[in-house]
């Protein structure tokens, strides 16, 4: 499996040949990030404050884009992982203090960035298409990166992972700081470009052609499950 070639960043853009991607399904793990009503919902947390704010019509490709292309690419992952018996885990924004004392000084500021979404709420939880089963790892953040002030480098390694599937919002933010964590950590990543968003396609796509082949192979949905079952 080549990685999509449609990625290339100036660093590798005279390379002629890629290598394959490999991969061992028994050790990798699925990671969702930040796929909670709280950013995807058309009629909560931060889609009510667009609408207040007269933002809405911009952010109506973005919930396009999650609702018709992003939610049910997760969907179809989910239920491969899941029929397989990999390992799926989850990464969310969500504070354990309901002032948000804990949080990072980045979900601190205002703006876009700053969010206040404590753990037992309703913005918290991911959304019911993707919602975790009991037996699947869910990880709570207070930064942008999944692997920064958590305990998820430590399970990835304790069970024995060596690639990670990272999925979700947004492409230019969490996804990218948690797919350059995972790197440097020493995992091969795989970020599934139909499965992620950012704010616009422009953000989406310039990230991912920065993160090409540097931090992660980008593939599709059907790509990646494609290796994945080769590989069974």
């Not at 989850?90 to 206040?116: F, H, T």
């Not at 024995?160 to 091969?188: F, H, M, N, P, W």
């Not at 970020?191 to 796509?205: K, L, Q």
Request: net charge negative; proline share 3%.
């Amino acid at each position: 499996m080549q990685p999509k070639k449609k990625y290339v960043s100036f660093y590798y853009e005279t390379i002629k040949e890629f290598p394959e991607v490999k991969i061992n399904p028994q050790k990798t793990a699925l990671l969702l990030v930040d796929l909670q009503n709280e950013f995807v919902s058309r009629d909560y947390g931060e889609a009510i404050t667009f609408k207040e704010s007269g933002e809405w019509e911009r952010w109506i490709p973005f919930h396009d884009r999650l609702d018709n292309v992003v939610i049910p690419n997760n969907k179809k992952l989910l239920d491969f992982f899941r029929k397989n018996n990999l390992t799926v885990s989850y990464g969310r924004i969500a504070c354990l203090r309901e002032d948000g004392e804990d949080r990072s000084p980045v979900q601190k500021s205002e703006g876009w960035n700053g969010m206040l979404i404590p753990v037992n709420s309703y913005g918290a939880q991911m959304v019911d298409e993707l919602a975790p089963l009991d037996n699947e790892i869910v990880v709570n953040k207070t930064t942008d990166s999944v692997t920064t002030g958590t305990n998820y480098l430590t399970l990835l390694q304790f069970m024995g992972i060596e690639t990670v599937v990272v999925t979700g919002i947004v492409t230019d933010q969490c996804v990218a700081s948690t797919v350059r964590g995972l790197a440097d950590a020493g995992y091969k990543v795989i970020c599934v470009e139909d499965a992620c968003a950012a704010g616009s396609m422009e953000h989406h796509e310039a990230e991912l052609k920065i993160m090409s082949y540097i931090y992660c192979d980008v593939l599709s949905t059907d790509e990646t499950i494609q290796l994945l079952e080769i590989n069974l």
